[in-house]
């Protein structure tokens, strides 16, 4: 079966340190990657998402990034954390509907 | 490009009323409908999915949704809630290829006693 992992769980950051958020997809394989982030009271923000190794494609223009440098492996960053980067970060992978990591919870402080 | 409609950011109702969730989309072409519900300090959890066949899906935990093309609405029902489906409701469209996906703002639904 699939099953996809995403950590840490919850994270506290000053601001202008880096980030690194990961998330691997097991039992699977070239499934697309996603990146969103929720933020208090909001919906679901389409950050980044990825069909394929090394190919990225970029929602929103902001702070962060993304990469794949495996097939089942996403990976996003920030190199300075801004406090606007708070929020609710959660991965997915697909086809045929998402199926989603358990999140991560970031505090820039 | 898709997007997608929750009219209700909340709806209260009292335990095993009926409930309907509402979802309106917008699209150039056709598109595949979907229904996550998220429990507080959660990810999404797939409710229910229409790609193709009855207009009508049944899904996890007694929901159902219609889908209806005139009214681009896929509404989300149930006919007896419980206390345990309080949580928040996002519906979701995807285009055929499933690269994108486009959510709602979300529908909170608190179930009262």
């Known amino acids: 079966s699939q099953t996809i992992h995403q950590w840490p769980a919850t994270l506290v950051q000053p601001v202008g340190s880096p980030l690194s958020l990961e998330c691997t997809v097991e039992g699977t394989s070239n499934p697309n990657l996603y990146w969103y982030r929720q933020a208090a009271g909001r919906g679901l923000q389409l950050l980044f998402y990825s069909v394929g190794i090394g190919q990225i494609s970029s929602e929103v223009p902001q702070n962060l990034s993304a990469s794949r440098p495996q097939d089942r492996q996403f990976i996003l960053s920030s190199k300075k954390l801004l406090l606007s980067d708070s929020g609710f970060y959660l991965c997915a992978w697909s086809p045929g509907g998402h199926t989603f990591g358990s999140g991560t919870r970031l505090t820039v402080v | 490009a898709q997007s997608v409609t929750q009219l209700d950011s909340q709806v209260p109702v009292f335990e095993e009323a009926p409930v309907e969730l509402r979802c309106n989309y917008s699209?150039?072409?056709?598109?595949?409908l979907f229904w996550y519900v998220q429990y507080p300090n959660q990810g999404l959890q797939l409710l229910l999915k229409?790609?193709?066949?009855?207009?009508l899906v049944k899904g996890i935990n007694g929901f159902e949704a219609e889908f209806n093309k005139s009214q681009t609405s896929f509404h989300l029902r149930k006919p007896s809630v419980h206390i345990s489906d309080t949580a928040e409701y996002f519906c979701a469209v995807s285009g055929y290829n499933f690269n994108k996906f486009y959510f709602g703002s979300g529908t909170k639904l608190n179930v009262k006693p």
């Open positions: 699209s150039s072409v056709s598109v595949y």
């Open positions: 229409y790609l193709s066949g009855s207009t």
